[in-house]
């Protein structure tokens, strides 16, 4: 009986109040209570747009929507993950139609490729690498404890003549490279066929383990290396189309990011 005549004389003070505080003398907003306060029943929460009270969904929480709106009601979700297991946290994937092209003069200046081709070179002791520029994309990295993949596919042509008794062909290199270091690098020959203006598919997978912390740059780069028996005119394409027996969108580039991390900060998503 106490207590329902203290809840009692509570709703007629905040009737008759405009601010009623519990244990201050100097109440901040209608009703404050200074100390610990323990539910036992339920809390509502008026929809505005309807007049309806919400008692919201089990694990919900209530969210401020700022000064003068009503809370709601949102759903907490954190993450579970099992320490010292990778996790898929960041994944992308990107294409490209403007590609690169190197005319016959535009050929690398690398001679000895053993030595230069080497992880971690910088794009710039790399002379004649040019970037696919669609493909130079930020990627995040949230954990010490990583392993990022990569995947590059474009295709490679050159409007090359139909082959002769001894073979015609160009040799081009692509590189993957994580803040214009070199993390992977593919050395391959086209070389010409039967038919006219011949093309190939490039495939190329890289892995580099534990970046630092924080947004870095992933870019792919290729080169003209060497040409063998082919004239002035021959044009090397990737990402493009050299000839017309092929279009640019049959010739784009793509690379796909995975990101595979042991976490080590969890955010929790709110919906």
């Not at 008026?46 to 969210?63: E, K, R």
């Not at 520029?133 to 990583?146: A, C, K, N, R």
């Not at 039967?194 to 383990?209: E, K, L, M, P, R």
Request: hydrophobic letters at 35%; glycine letters at 6%.
């Amino acid at each position: 009986m106490k207590n329902i005549i203290s809840i009692l004389f509570l709703i007629a003070g905040l009737s008759l109040s405009a601010q009623v505080g519990v244990n201050t003398g100097s109440p901040k907003s209608k009703l404050d209570v200074n100390g610990d306060v323990n539910l036992r029943n339920k809390i509502v929460v008026l929809n505005a747009p309807d007049n309806t009270l919400s008692h919201g969904n089990n694990d919900q929480i209530l969210v401020s929507q700022g000064e003068g709106y009503p809370p709601i009601w949102k759903s907490l979700r954190i993450p579970e993950y099992e320490p010292n297991k990778f996790y898929l946290i960041f994944n992308n994937s990107f294409s490209d139609r403007t590609g690169v092209k190197f005319t016959s003069s535009e050929q690398s200046a690398i001679a000895a490729k053993n030595t230069a081709f080497t992880k971690g070179a910088d794009i710039s002791s790399l002379p004649g690498f040019k970037k696919i520029s669609g493909l130079s994309q930020p990627i995040s990295v949230f954990s010490t404890d990583s392993k990022t993949y990569f995947q590059f596919e474009t295709v490679v042509q050159a409007n090359l003549p139909s082959n002769g008794t001894t073979d015609i062909s160009i040799d081009y290199a692509c590189g993957i490279f994580v803040d214009d270091k070199l993390v992977n690098l593919r050395q391959r020959n086209l070389k010409a066929s039967s038919a006219s203006s011949t093309f190939i598919t490039h495939n190329q997978i890289g892995v580099v383990a534990n970046l630092s912390k924080g947004q870095h740059t992933v870019s792919v780069a290729c080169s003209r290396l060497g040409s063998y028996r082919t004239t002035s005119d021959v044009v090397l394409a990737i990402g493009i189309n050299a000839e017309t027996n092929i279009n640019s969108f049959i010739a784009q580039s793509s690379l796909k990011v995975d990101v595979y991390e042991i976490p080590q900060v969890f955010n929790p998503i709110i919906n």
